[in-house]
């Protein structure tokens, strides 16, 4: 267990480095204009991922940080369902020809709360517009309380073959405290039901650091998961707590929520836990099984970062749509209005306009920090100076991150031999520290505008 000293000295707020810049750079200075110039700017034959976000939910769990409502009305989910063709539509009139797509992602929220007509009629708008691979990972995130009957089945005829499911915690006092109730028979029967269906690899998300949580709670948690559903990945997220940004989060009894001595026992009892269920620890907070493309992916230096976490996925442009959804291009990022309401406004202000309303130009520095970040969070290692070298920078233009690279190899949390910097198995969990060494737009220390690293 690190000293009090290293946990204050790794503790402060710090974003999840899921992109470089981070959405905390973004503003209004970037807007539809450049979406329209990044998407008529795309080369024939470059490859493209889609990424579809549906904000809406049954309930809401007072945990998330998503950008998230519940809209109980059909006929609301159904013209959400409208808007995200339409938008595909706009997006694809402004692409050339032939941009082969490998991956496509919906997330949210709950995107089974769409009809499943609507699913089926944007699925199919998706196959009309773009070119899918034959053998493209097509992935969703369902809610096992709430799986309409008819969605297995319909998932599997419109070609989807991932799925990642919320669990969190096993234990009834943390799902109370979280407004989220869910029985290991709910969770289980999901999975037979989208097994049955021929869906063939499943995710399942769990979470540390939540209200009432315990080292012991949270190993149970891991080690019933592992045994009963045998999920080919696992992501383990600390619990971002940030009520200045998500209110509902105001609504957790802040005061039994663990500290970051207890955070930090929790994640390495889970991390324990599935190694010894035999998954591969991968990046800062995945899990895999050995023969798994992620974990290849890992192992072999390939692996990518994107909004969606960890990826095997390597095109250079993700397109994101629907409300609050991200998009990414080399010459920078943009992002939708960000509730479902401005996002229909925005959308209803034309035919062919695009909802983006900020977002950020990527500048070579940014490019290139970018990269060591990524490989960083990839690899647990990085030769900042060999990137350096290849973007044409003298070894130098890292100067200002040595002390903090020295202090972290003090603390035992990395080692340097030469420029290679490489995380200790003790130091996997400060991952994002190191990798906030390379930030050059990092926020002043205290500014509240992350959650804490650990
Ligand atoms: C976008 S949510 C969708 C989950 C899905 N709708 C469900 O209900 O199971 C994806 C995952 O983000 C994670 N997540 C959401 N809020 C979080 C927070 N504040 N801190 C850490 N992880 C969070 C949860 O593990 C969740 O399963």
Redesign the pocket.
């Known amino acids: 267990m690190p000293s009090s000293d290293l946990l204050i000295r790794y503790g402060g707020n710090l974003p999840r480095y899921t992109s470089y810049p981070t959405a905390a750079q973004f503003d209004a200075s970037v807007g539809a204009d450049d979406s329209e110039a990044w998407l008529r700017a795309m080369a024939p034959g470059t490859p493209l991922s889609l990424y579809l976000h549906v904000p809406f ?1 049954d309930a809401l ?1 007072l ?4 950008n ?1 409502s519940v809209m109980r009305d059909p006929a609301g989910r159904t013209a959400y369902g409208a808007l995200l063709m339409d938008e595909l539509r706009r997006v694809a009139g402004r692409l050339g020809p032939d941009h082969p797509v490998r991956h496509v992602q919906w ?4 995107p089974t709360t769409l009809p499943p007509e609507t699913m089926r009629a944007a699925m199919q708008t998706i196959r009309r517009l773009f070119t899918i691979e034959r053998d493209a990972e097509i992935a969703i ?6 799986m309409p009957d008819a969605y297995p089945d319909l998932l599997r005829t419109l070609g989807f073959n991932r799925v ?5 915690d096993l234990d009834p006092a943390v799902q109370t405290a979280c407004g ?1 109730i869910q029985s290991r028979a709910q969770t289980e029967d999901c999975v037979r039901r989208v097994r049955a269906a021929g869906i063939a690899s499943v995710n399942v ?3 540390y650091g939540l209200p009432y949580q315990t080292v012991d709670g949270a190993g149970e948690t891991a080690a019933t998961v592992a045994a009963a559903l045998r999920p080919d990945r696992l ?1 383990v ?6 009520p200045w940004k ?1 209110k509902r ?1 105001a609504l957790l009894p802040e005061s039994v929520l663990p500290g970051p001595a207890e955070r930090l026992a929790q994640r390495a009892r889970i991390d324990a836990v599935l190694r010894a269920a035999g998954y591969r620890a991968i990046g800062l907070d995945h899990y895999a099984r050995p023969g798994d493309a992620l974990t290849l992916a890992a192992e072999g230096g390939t692996m990518r970062r994107n909004f969606q976490g960890y990826t095997v996925d390597p095109a250079p442009v993700l397109i994101g749509i629907g409300a609050s959804a991200i998009s990414s291009y080399p010459q920078g990022m943009t992002q939708n209005a960000l509730t479902a309401a401005a996002y229909a406004r925005l959308m209803g202000q034309g035919t062919d306009t695009l909802p983006v309303v900020r977002g950020v130009r990527r500048t070579d520095d940014d490019r290139l920090r970018g990269a060591v970040i990524e490989r960083l969070m990839c690899d647990l290692r990085v030769d900042p100076a060999a990137i350096g070298a290849h973007h044409g920078v003298p070894a130098t233009w890292f100067a200002d991150a040595m002390p903090g690279l020295h202090q972290a190899a003090a603390d035992g949390i990395v080692t340097l031999d030469g420029a290679m910097i490489r995380m200790t198995d003790a130091g996997r969990p400060f991952l994002r520290n190191i990798a906030a060494l390379f930030d050059a737009h990092r926020a002043p220390p205290g500014a509240a505008r992350h ?1 804490g690293a650990l």
């Not at 945990?63 to 998503?66: L, R, T």
């Not at 997220?237 to 940030?242: E, I, L, M, R, T």
Request: net charge negative; with cysteine; aromatic share 8%.
């Open positions: 939910c769990c945990f998330c940080g998503c998230t997330g949210g929220g709950t995130e369902l809610d096992p309380r709430h990642s499911l919320g669990v969190q989220r998300d769990l979470i992501a997220f600390g619990y971002a707590h940030v998500q989060q959650a």
